[in-house]
């Protein structure tokens, strides 16, 4: 009875204890609570079988047997959402609320005669009928277990390396334990008279099942509890010795002469319990990391202080000093070594070691297999799981190379290869050794180190940029002094040439003028008749050279202009001027020539006064005049419109033309100097594109715009000239 009593709690002990465990590591995690509810309802349930086979009274036996049978569809249900989400299967939620309300009402009948009747006692032993619902009751509970089972069986047999250990044990522990308590207790009971030792043997094999999970949660990292068993662990040692330190003291005051008070003295007993918990955990915590090398640590703590340091450090070998001392320090590790690959040669150099011999370290990386392959799968290669990547694989090439690499890792003693990745190449590689416990790596380890290894890849590529910049800076220095000095000198060579170009201009137009201005002259005279009377044949030649003449001295005008405006020799010659007025008179200029190709010219005053501005007004006369006389030139039918509009700091003054427009690039090139629009070149073959040129250098001076807009070839344009007001 005893012995039937201690094992028992000790199971149940033990299974609470995984539950709790378990759903501690991830509550958020489906596999962590259809584990814990699983366990919880297979405590329930074996203590109410335990309960209603021991010595007590027939009615509170019988209560047990029902709440037994109530207990078990809910039980056999959450062992199928256990399979189904360890197996990564999913089900319908409407599926699983037809399966909770089904197991529900079988529950409930469990409490009436519908499931089971009859029940008395027989030799000690509970005995009962089964009733109508019972063939529903087994199949429902009998089609879960093998629903679950079967779910565990094809995700075993599709999965490869550690998930696939982890699936096998899993499956034979929760297997046998399940067939054990369905032939013990359901299917024996209704055909032969099974003796209360025997049927108790269907509670005692939840040890197959504990054992499995505690070997695999162990062995291969299953829902990886042992960072929450070994914290465990600590709090009840710390609570122990809490505990035993209050009896200490309560038996000392027991001995005194004039004890204290109970009521007061336990009160402050559990005051300095309270008080020294802490302090008892965090000595705990320090033997255990120091005298047995557990570690302890805040996932999100190592990776938010390690990110912001590794942002402050662009030094490779300080960067590589920092990595290795985190990953010593939070894991307890006896070595490490860090390389990185060169992109040219594809060769590794040793950036950081501690621990490895050097020679050792360069042996994994010289036949570049250990690179391809982690280049494929993507993530860390743990030694552990060597044997099952060995045992999963093909190619008998790929064998051969893995059986190398684990007999290399064994020899060099290394543990782990984390990769470096940019762009899913590798940049390099962090070989880890053993933790100085000699525990296996832990899945939060993994995750911690993956997470670790993006923010280290990106630390390292910027740490290469960096040197890279930096020696290029180096050597770029001195080149650009020299290329500077160069530059220096040619520019004043190129400053000098530019000012003797414009001189030149200048000196040259000055020449020409005087000759120009004199042929002017001279074929006027002719023409007006002061030399006799001239042929037609001869006075239209003259005409002919007078207008050419006419050209050469726009041109020598605007050359003159111009070198005066580069030489910094151009002054204006401001007064108030009425803006309208100016273009009034523009207008009448230009007015007999558009008549005299049918041109329709509009001017379009605004509707109150402009205000006087300040301003060169032969120089703006001269652009406007340009800007009309190019209209009349490309525009070979309807109208031309000059209109004028206040803006709060400016007047804008546009000359629109129905003419041959003007493409997006040439709406810019313009106004280069001795540059032309297309038409320009089909259309008036005399000119010698400086006329924009000049009035944007006036405008400049003015601190004016000028542009140009036009929807396209054949559809007009619109230049626009802005004065500023001040």
């Known amino acids: 009875m005893i012995l039937n009593w201690g094992l028992f709690t000790i199971i149940i002990a033990l299974n609470l204890t995984l539950g709790v465990l378990v759903l501690t590591k991830n509550p958020k995690e489906k596999i962590n ?72 009402i079988l529950g409930f009948f469990s409490f009436s005669n519908y499931l089971i009747k009859n029940i008395c006692i027989t030799n000690g032993t509970i005995i009962f009928k089964i009733s109508t619902l019972f063939p529903l009751y087994a199949l429902f509970i009998i089609a879960t277990i093998t629903l ?31 067939f054990i308590l369905l032939l013990l207790n359901l299917v024996l009971p209704q055909i032969i008279f099974v003796p209360l030792s025997i049927g108790r043997l269907g509670i005692y094999s939840l040890i197959i099942f504990i054992f499995f999970s505690f070997y695999t949660i162990v062995k291969y990292r ?97 960067l590589a000093s920092l990595i290795t001392s985190t990953l010593i320090r939070t894991m307890k590790l006896d070595r490490t070594v860090i390389l990185l690959r060169d992109p040219q040669t ?54 051969k190379n893995l059986e190398k690499l684990k007999q290399n890792m064994r020899k060099i003693e290394a543990a782990l290869c984390l990769p470096l990745f940019r762009e899913r190449k590798i940049i390099g590689l962090i070989v880890l050794g053993n933790k100085i416990s000699r525990d296996p790596y832990s899945q939060q380890d993994l995750e911690l180190l993956t997470t670790l290894s993006g923010q280290a890849s990106i630390a390292f590529q910027n740490a290469i940029l960096y040197s890279q910049v930096e020696d290029l800076s180096q050597n770029l220095q001195q080149k650009v002094q020299e290329q500077t000095k ?55 030649a003259l005409e002919s050279v007078f207008q050419s003449n006419e050209r050469l001295i726009r041109i020598v005008n605007d050359l003159l202009n111009i070198s005066r405006i580069e030489l910094g020799k151009m002054e204006l010659q401001k007064s108030p001027t009425k803006i309208e007025e100016l273009i009034q008179t523009c207008y009448e200029e230009i007015k007999n020539e558009a008549s005299k190709k049918n041109l329709k010219l509009v001017f379009k005053k605004p509707e109150t006064p402009l205000p006087v501005i300040n301003i060169d007004s032969l120089k703006i006369q001269q652009v406007i005049l340009n800007l009309l006389d190019n209209a009349l030139r490309y525009t070979k039918k309807g109208k031309i419109e000059i209109a004028l509009k206040k803006k709060p700091n400016s007047i804008l003054i546009s000359v629109k033309d129905t003419g041959e427009g003007l493409t997006r690039s040439e709406q810019k090139q313009i106004f280069e100097g001795f540059s032309r629009g297309s038409a320009g070149i089909n259309l008036f073959i005399e000119g ?12 400049d001076l003015h601190k004016g715009k000028i542009w140009a807009e036009s929807p396209g070839k054949g559809k007009g344009s619109t230049f626009y000239v802005e004065l500023p007001l001040r």
């Open 33 to 104: 609570r259809s584990f814990f509810w699983m366990v919880l309802f297979t405590t329930f349930w074996t203590t109410a079988n335990y309960l209603e086979n021991e010595n007590l009274k027939i009615s509170l036996r019988a209560f047990f047997l029902r709440l037994d049978f109530a207990i078990a569809p809910f039980l056999s249900l959450f062992f199928l959402l256990f399979c189904v989400n360890f197996s990564k299967h999913l089900l319908k939620k409407t599926t699983i609320i037809f399966l909770l309300v089904l197991g529900g």
């Open 148 to 178: 679950g089972c079967y779910k565990l069986i094809v995700f075993c047999r599709k999965s490869t390396g550690l998930r696939r250990l982890q699936s096998l044990y899993i499956l034979i522990g929760l297997s046998l334990t399940a």
């Open 222 to 318: 299953l829902m990886d509890i042992r960072v929450v068993m070994g914290k465990g662990a600590i709090y009840i040692f710390s609570f122990l010795s809490v505990i035993g330190m209050s009896f200490l003291l309560i038996f000392l005051n027991q001995k005194l002469a004039q004890p204290i008070p109970f009521n007061i003295f336990f009160s402050s007993v559990i005051i300095v319990s309270v008080l020294l918990f802490q302090l008892f955990f965090r000595l705990f915590e320090k033997i255990a990391s120091r005298y047995f090398y557990y570690t302890f640590y805040s996932y999100q703590t190592v990776l938010t202080d390690l990110g912001r340091r590794l942002t402050q450090v662009l030094d490779l070998k300080k």
């Open 346 to 399: 594809r060769t590794y150099r040793i950036i950081k070691n501690i621990g490895f011999r050097e020679e050792n370290g360069i042996s994994l990386v010289k036949d570049n297999f250990l690179t391809r392959y982690l280049e494929k799968t993507q993530k860390p290669l743990v030694y552990e799981e060597l044997s099952l990547a060995i045992r999963d694989i093909k190619d008998e090439g790929e064998r």
């Open 486 to 540: 160069e530059l220096r000198k040619a520019y004043q060579e190129l400053k000098t040439l530019d000012k003797a170009k414009s001189e030149f201009i200048s000196m040259a137009s000055h020449q020409l003028r005087t000759p120009l201005t004199s042929i002017k002259g001279y074929i006027s005279m002719i023409l007006e008749g002061d030399y006799g009377q001239i042929p037609p044949k001869a006075k239209k």
């Open 688 to 699: 010698a594109g400086l006329g924009l040129y000049v009035s944007k250098k006036y405008l």
